[in-house]
């Protein structure tokens, strides 16, 4: 299993590209289910196992791909099926994304009930009551859900929260439903309304994506279409954050600063120098970061995909930081292995407190989940000494060529087999 070796302790300085962003690309390419037609979808991080994994799961529903560099293209070879299989499911919980659109198609769907994962429990309560709010009847066999539906109806739909996901699958369920669905409570991601701007290409009308209400108007035949993916909004704040903590001077090519209002708030209060133009955001930082308290929420609030990279930097901090998660339930696992590197974190509940210290050193650990892998590399690229990473592959599900891209800006990053 793959490693990667940091030498850190070293500025960072140059250019970093950022990819295509992961968690749009996922609904967007599963969203082709809902057209026989032909899509064409650029800018995928095809270089991450989450993106193979959705090929993989187009393919066995019927889908035929073909994959060249970032785009994806994706065709029709005849009729899909309704049935997602475990194996898929299993590897990725977003495959639960492919219910919508079968079940409004074709009226039945059936998938394996996602489990829970390293970040908590994560069930689809919410994504099934859409579902049954537009008529479908649910039955549960055998660890599957298999939902059922004449005919999905258009309507009203509430969320008791914000899920990304729900929101994804009901706005894909309502684009192949004629008439008119309102979802109130929606989530307001950046990655919703990029997806909605994929549902619009494909001949539905959507309106309010990015706000707490989306409206879909649907139709019963959508045709196919060619798409460019939104940049990656986490991926640029982990690089951010990255060099926050190591000190330098970076410019994260493709970056969005609107996406991310709430984290460039933050790393302005810490001492950084932000600016920002169309399609970059630049970063400078010489200087021990200050404390900056986050209470991570849905957005526009502090991501939770990002609560533990900001971890990772407020371990340098002066002074006493609380960092607060309220989106899921367990999502401290890194405060542990930073600790490993001299870090002081006290977790109580959904709040830890971090008590800076003035340098990290280095130290053999490892990644528990995705985003606590990138936290532990920031505080690598930031101490004194070498650190080795256990468990890259839960880094490689969300950052394309990591080591290859740090490289750029000076760090030393090693991957070893
Ligand atoms: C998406 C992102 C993930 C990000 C998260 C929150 C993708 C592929 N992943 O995940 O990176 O961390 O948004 O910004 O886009 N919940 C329920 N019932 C449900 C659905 C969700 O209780 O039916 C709970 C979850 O357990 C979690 C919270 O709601 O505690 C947020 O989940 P959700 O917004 O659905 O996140 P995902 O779409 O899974």
Partial sequence: MDRLVIEGGRRLEGTLPV???KNAALPILIATLLTDEPCVVENCPTGLRDIRTTVRLLESLGKKTKVTGSVVRVESTGSLKTQAPYDIVKQMRASVLAAGPLLARFGLVRVPIPGGCAIGLRPIDIHLKGFETMGARRIA????????????RAGPIRLRFPSVGATENLMMAAAVTPGRTTIKNAAREPEIEDLAAFLVRLGAAVSGAGTSTVVVMGRAKLHGARYKVMADRIEAGTFLIATAAAGGKVRVAGAEASHLTAVLAALKKAGAKISS???????????RP??????TSPHPGFPTDLQAPWM??????????KVGET???NRFMHAAELGRMGARIAVSGSEAVVAGVERLSGAPIMASDLRAGAALLIA???AKGRTTIQRVYHIDRGYEAVERKLARVGARVERVK
């Fill in 141 to 152: 066999d055998q660890g599957d859900i298999i939902m059922s539906a004449a005919r999905l």
């Fill in 277 to 287: 133009g169309k399609g970059w955001i630049e970063i400078s930082m010489d200087r």
């Fill in 290 to 295: 200050k404390s900056v308290a986050v209470k």
């Fill in 19 to 21: 990819s295509g962003s």
């Fill in 327 to 329: 989106v899921f339930e």
């Fill in 312 to 321: 990772a930097l407020m371990t340098l901090a002066t002074g006493f930081t």
């Fill in 380 to 382: 690598a690229l930031a």
